[in-house]
């Protein structure tokens, strides 16, 4: 195997990142670069460790989405399940496992392979708020699952796997992306199919409606027109929020991807200019300490790398 090189990329949520904390965007892509050698320096290791470290509520959408795919391929299977079925089967288990590797620190062992929860790591929670929590956790994944089966299946009933676009996720490796301007671009639809000569993206959200998501979706309309030659006109987008079973759809369309496209290209150019010469090229960041901190020094407690920067901001925080 090759020596493993960090590449310029571009993504929704790495722009979000750089835009609420340019240090945050630092320690995710480049601090924690090579942490996962034991031989690398301390910072490196932690902030690798702190990069792979997630919180209870991503936690509950993926166990959430994971159980809602279970559900759909289990219907063209031809085989009916149910909301509690499809908990038992699937979210359940991921989530016992989770929280099981975060409470036993497993992760100390490989931060890649075992969870380890922010609210755990942190020590965020007392006994009382931890039994809160987790109970709302279970009620809100149930009821996720519970609003798909009952409003987003009906919708899907009839694509079958054979029409359906396939997209690979973190968890098979390098994920889904496409090159656009020279610039990797990573775009991960989570259901995308043919019907006709339309193709239908759905993403699945088991959170808070937020104008985000659209432009989200945008990115993945822009992902079908460069990497699967989708006129920007045949793409429908969908955005499915499970929380309560509504459904936010638009149509894709020229204008949209003008406007994503100029979106990215000025994203794309102001991380460059955090790279030394801003050479996408060699991908080298210039020193942390030019890397601002948040503006907004709330959104620091709720950061994986708190803890690293927390040298900066104490008596600030």
């Known amino acids: 195997m090759g020596k493993l090189e960090n590449v310029f990329s571009w993504s929704f949520s790495a722009s979000h990142d750089f835009e609420e904390c340019r240090r945050r965007r630092y320690w995710s892509k480049y601090g924690s670069w090579g942490g996962w050698d034991k031989q690398a320096p301390y910072e490196q290791r932690k902030a690798y460790q702190l990069n792979k470290m997630d919180n209870i509520y991503s936690l509950q959408g993926r166990a959430a989405e994971e ?53 755990h790591y942190y020590k965020l929670w007392d006994a009382a708020k931890e039994k809160e929590r987790t109970a709302a956790v279970v009620q809100h994944t149930k009821n996720c699952i519970a609003h798909f089966i009952d409003r987003v299946l009906p919708r899907l009933a009839d694509v079958r796997r054979e029409d359906e676009v396939d997209v690979t996720h973190s968890d ?41 998501h659209q432009w989200q979706l945008a990115l993945y309309g822009l992902w ?61 960041p210039v020193p942390k300490e030019e890397w601002e901190l948040a503006e907004d020094e709330s959104l620091c407690r709720y950061c994986n790398f708190y803890e690293l920067c927390k040298p900066e901001l104490d008596g600030v925080l």
């Not at 499809?86 to 490989?110: F, V």
């Not at 100029?262 to 060699?282: H, T």
């Open 224 to 284: 079908a027109h460069v990497k699967h030659g989708i006129a920007p006109e045949k793409v429908c987008c969908f955005v499915e929020y499970l929380t309560t079973g509504q459904v936010a759809p638009f149509a894709f369309g020229p204008e949209k991807m003008e406007e994503v496209i100029a979106r990215i290209g000025e994203s794309v150019a102001d991380m460059s200019s955090y790279l030394v010469d801003e050479d996408r090229s060699r991908n080298e």
């Open 172 to 212: 098979e490796g390098d994920p889904e992306s496409f090159l656009f301007n020279g610039v990797k671009i990573y775009a991960i639809p989570d259901f995308v199919y043919r019907k006709g000569d339309l193709l239908h993206i759905h993403d699945w959200k088991a959170g808070k409606v937020k104008e985000s």
């Open 67 to 119: 159980a809602v795919v279970w559900v759909l391929r289990e219907h063209q299977r031809g085989v009916n399940v149910t909301m509690d079925q499809a908990y038992e089967t699937i979210a359940r288990p991921l989530m016992n496992r989770c929280w099981k590797e975060s409470k036993d620190a497993a992760w100390q062992a490989s931060p890649k392979k075992f969870c380890c929860l922010r609210e």
